[in-house]
């Protein structure tokens, strides 16, 4: 067998296009522009290149992008006082801070101060809450952008057998989550998970978010497995790869995603998504209640 190799790279601008069309309606209907505001603390060199792609891909569908730089030395309290400030913005619809911040920083009471109702990265308690439960308002974008690729190739969860390698609060957690609401039935592995392969090789579906390159060889992958390898490790030599070995992998799978090229390009699509959704919301007045601290409607 060869797997088909997902294109997250086609499926992104098809949404991206989508996107392109909502920010159009808003525009025509409200006079008012999506706007995400991106705040970012230091110089990490990969943190400066992802801020770099989301405000680019926020101009390229239409999206107001506001970007704010902070010192690594900078007071926390400072930072909050942005965020508070944006959260009472009308013309922010989405606010979000790259991560990781510097280890001084407490990055839950950071994530904590940004309006629910703005959480376009969907970390706010309320939103992990709503992942719990049923219907939360942002999904976390690396696995929503996970489920659009499945959705896309048509590929059923009910019922199905998907172990997700990784439980972090970002990506395996919520993917697990995520997928249990579709009615997957879901093993979670992680750093001390005994004999990793005793579970992967039950997978219909596996979604491997460790961040472990080679992790995943051929002989832990049942053949026609769908495999979905959200990692992204830089070698030594410059090479971006991730955690499944995916020229072994792909001979026994049905469907793999590469690295780069799958997951990746999904993740900024869906923050897209979900900072277009925010003002949709706000367009119609559909506001979480009990967390809201969306200012009222300006009417002009
Ligand atoms: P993280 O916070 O470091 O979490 C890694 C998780 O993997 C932890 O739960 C850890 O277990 C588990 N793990 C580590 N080594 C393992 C092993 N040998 N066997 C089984 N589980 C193992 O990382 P993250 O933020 O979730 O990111 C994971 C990977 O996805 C990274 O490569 C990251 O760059 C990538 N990523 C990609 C995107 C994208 O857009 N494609 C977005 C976000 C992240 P413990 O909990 O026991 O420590």
Redesign the pocket.
Known sequence: MTAKIIDGVAVAKKIRDDCRGRVQRIVAQSGTRPGLAVIIVGSDPASQIYVRNKIRACANVGIESLRFDYPADVNQDAVIDRITRLNDDPAVHGILVQLPLPPSFDMARILHSISADKDVDGFHLYNVGGLVVGGTVFPP??PY?VLKLLEHEHIALEGRNVVV????????KPMALMLMQHEATVSI?????RD?AQFTILADILVV????PN?IQPEMVRTGAVVID????RLGDGRLV??VNFDGVAAKASYITP?PG???P???SMLLVNTITSCERWQQQTFVPIFSKFPARVTK
């Open positions: 974008c690396t952008g390698v990784g439980a972090s609060n970002i990506v395996g592995c992680h750093a001390k998970t990793l978010a460790a961040g472990y992790l959200v990692g992204i490790n991730g955690d690295v799958g997951v990746g999904m993740t900024v």
